[in-house]
């Protein structure tokens, strides 16, 4: 069994980076046909997509958010990290990681495991 679990703290200040880890277990983050995801959540909005990092490195990013977005891992420590620079307030949401079968994640379908979700509000 696979889990995801995302840490990171809870209140970060507008311009600030924000940096979340995504801890996994019950599998390696080096398998093969996987995309190591980030999706966030905002109030009353559906799920957005932010970046993905592959079993061998490569990275992609939304384009709304590819200026601000990086996404690196640790495989001796099964770990992948979301680092998403000059916050604002509408950075607001719940935070996932997410195990995915495809680049963009737009729907629950499209990964089989996701952390709990961390939330994430940007205020002074």
């Known amino acids: 069994q696979v889990q995801l679990q995302e840490s990171g703290p809870g209140l970060v200040k507008p311009s600030q980076t924000l940096s979340l880890t995504c801890t996994v277990s019950g599998g390696s983050i080096t398998t093969y046909s996987y995309y190591w995801s980030w999706i966030r959540q905002s109030p009353g909005k559906g799920l957005e997509w932010m970046g993905a990092i592959t079993n061998s490195g490569s990275t992609y990013y939304s384009p709304s958010l590819k200026s601000r977005t990086s996404i690196s891992r640790d495989t001796s420590k099964n770990q992948f990290t979301l680092q998403l620079s000059s916050v604002t307030p509408e950075g607001t949401a719940v935070y996932y990681c997410?195990?995915?079968?495809?680049?963009?994640?737009?729907?629950?379908?499209?990964?089989?495991?996701w952390g709990q979700g961390t939330q994430v509000t940007v205020s002074s």
């Open positions: 997410a195990r995915a079968y495809t680049i963009v994640v737009r729907s629950t379908r499209e990964a089989d495991y």
